[in-house]
């Protein structure tokens, strides 16, 4: 094998290992929220926080944000506080070292700000993500959007 070949396959493997937050899908009702699940897959990453930012229509949507098991696991809280209509930030820590395991890190609860109003599909979209180790060493996240369909009956027309 000549240093070329070790040379890419080194390239791909770090691409392959990037840690990734992923947002969940799921059907919205006027009379029932959805709830998204916001998915780590550390990619050999020690991840010990995470910080992301989410993105809706303000218009139409309430989002609120919990932990989800992966966090608590570790021994992480979230806080999170809008930033302006439509972008709330994110943040997932603990005063420990522990590294969060792959797995669903937060749950996203979205709702209609009017539950008369028809229900359109809407992106739910994450930005702004970095994330931490135990150390304080910063790590690359790529992000992946989610969002909410209409349900069947609901749908607007």
Do not use: C
Request: charged fraction near 15%.
């Amino acid at each position: 094998m000549n240093y070329r070949n070790v040379v890419l396959l080194l390239a791909f493997a770090l691409v392959g290992s990037a840690a990734e937050l992923s947002i969940g899908s799921a059907v919205l009702t006027a009379d029932k929220p959805a709830v998204l699940n916001v998915t780590l897959a550390s990619g050999g990453a020690a991840l010990a926080g995470v910080q992301f930012e989410i993105v809706y229509d303000a218009t139409a949507l309430e989002v609120t944000v919990q932990a989800g098991p992966a966090a608590t696991e570790a021994g992480k809280t979230l806080q999170s506080a809008p930033l302006q209509a439509g972008r709330r930030r994110v943040i997932i820590v603990g005063f420990n070292q522990n590294s969060i395991p792959d797995g669903v890190v937060a749950t996203i609860q979205v709702s209609l700000k009017n539950k008369t109003a028809a229900v359109a599909d809407s992106a739910v979209r994450i930005q702004g993500l970095v994330g931490t180790t135990g150390q304080g060493q910063t790590v690359a996240i790529a992000g992946q959007d989610g969002g909410v369909t209409a349900g069947p009956a609901s749908r607007a027309k």
